[in-house]
């Protein structure tokens, strides 16, 4: 757990930090890399997260859909207030957010905490597998993987999103590392908790089920603001093919 711990914290601090040497960002670039990881992330909470927590809530099967659309509500309701940066959203000043002023204020701190509540609760999924027998998390690798994948647009949409406001350079270094903390923080809580052994594994499905669908929003918004003109572009689709067969070769080979 520990270099879970590290691998997500250092994903998302170090992408961050490069934006600070970016000059001037590639957008082509930058939507690739979009592609990969938003298809990464549909085609793993499609193949592996769902299944998973559908097939482990077998009594209560028709509730968990229940806290998917939850989950999915609530990313759509909380991106008012992240500005879109859990979906890598660069474009605050043309794009379809218009409540910031550039002074720090209610908006700059409401996307701070909201960023990293999403943050905190989708680190919350890596619940150690050694602990969780008790609903089959027989693994958590390609979770891990697609983490570490959406963290990198992430953490650059951040540091964007803080650009918008009147911090300075260390103040903006030391939001961006307390914002890379939440999601190995949330790794944390959900381990302890488990451990205290005071919820049943229904209370995990359910929390698993509305991280779920934060994913189907999140991932989904992320092809559709990558060809909003409905233009198929080449490069594009190649790269979400590449991020979805990727993330089911690693979940079919539980690696
Ligand atoms: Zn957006
Ligand atoms: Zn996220």
Redesign the pocket.
Known sequence: MAINFIILFATSFLAGLSFFKIVRLDETKYKLLLAFSGSYLFAVTVVHLLPEIYHSSEENVHFIGIFVLIGFFLQLMLEYFTT?VE?G?LHAHA??HHHHGGANGFFSLAMILSISFHALLEGMLLLNPVHAQAHEHTDSYSLLLGLVLHKIPESLAFVFALGEYSYNKTQKILLLLAFSLASPLGMLFSNFVFDLQVFSSNVFLALFAIVAGNFLYIST?IFF?NSPDHKIRFNRLAFSLLGALLAWLSDFLMF
């Open positions: 879109g979906h959203h794009g379809h918004t603001e």
